[in-house]
């Protein structure tokens, strides 16, 4: 089955204790992303990548970082996690982006980590 | 600004009827627009995509409208089941070959029996 799937779906931290986030997709998509999303706010992207090596940020990447040593797996890396971490994480994964998107080429979404930093 | 606002921002129906969401954007250049729906405790997951050319897409029983002279998107959801109870999301894409989405803050639908 076509899938994204992250890890942990739920998890608690203390503020600065270093975690990590991963996401695999199995669809041998090129272009993977992570995005936060908090009440009353639209997804925000925090990193995305659009092949093995190749990273960039999004809007809101401090505080993290990620890496792509394989095209399946795009980890997200909190170092030092901070309570305005506090957030559901989607890691997600697409064939094309942006504007080479088609209607074969959605985002496919994993089912979401929620976080919390105390 | 790059913007996608929605509207209501919840809405609650009874089970059979029909319904309509709304979504504006403010995003150029334009390249296309998609809903998704995000059931609770799940990611999104697409519904319909539009391009600047096409005023109208269904898929089963949502239909998805576009204007584009007036940035506007509206997403039709008939005859209401318990299952359509979700959030909907409307995503824009922002053209000129950048990795660039603008996501809606969505519409919280409940389908009440």
């Known amino acids: 089955e076509a899938q994204v799937t992250q890890n942990p779906r739920y998890l608690i931290t203390v503020t600065g204790k270093k975690l990590t986030v991963t996401c695999s997709q199995n669809m041998n998509h090129e272009y993977m992303s992570w995005y936060r999303q908090d009440p009353g706010l639209g997804l925000r992207q925090i990193y995305y990548?659009?092949?093995?090596?190749?990273?960039d940020k999004g809007d809101v990447p401090e505080g993290y970082k990620v890496s792509r040593k394989e095209k399946r797996n795009f980890p997200l890396i909190l170092e030092s996690p901070s309570p305005n971490q506090t957030s559901l994480y989607f890691c997600?994964?697409?064939?094309?982006?942006?504007?080479?998107?088609?209607?074969?080429?959605?985002?496919?979404f994993g089912n979401g980590t929620r976080l919390t930093v105390t | 600004k790059n913007q996608v606002e929605q509207s209501p921002q919840s809405l609650i129906i009874l089970e059979g009827k029909n319904c309509t969401l709304q979504c504006n954007y403010t995003v150029s250049p334009f390249s296309n627009l998609r809903w998704y729906k995000q059931d609770t405790g799940r990611g999104p997951v697409s519904l319909t995509i539009?391009?600047?050319?096409?005023n109208t897409k269904s898929n089963g029983r949502y239909t998805a409208t576009l204007d584009a002279d007036t940035k506007q998107s509206s997403l039709h959801i008939t005859a209401s089941q318990l299952s359509d109870s979700a959030s909907y999301i409307c995503?824009?894409?922002?053209?000129?070959?950048?990795?660039?989405?603008?996501f809606g803050a969505g519409t919280r639908l409940a389908v009440h029996p």
């Open positions: 997600a994964s697409s064939s094309r982006w942006g504007a080479r998107a088609t209607a074969r080429s959605p985002l496919h």
């Open positions: 995503v824009v894409s922002v053209s000129g070959g950048y990795n660039k989405l603008i």
């Open positions: 990548s659009m092949n093995v090596e190749v990273t």
């Open positions: 539009m391009t600047f050319s096409e």
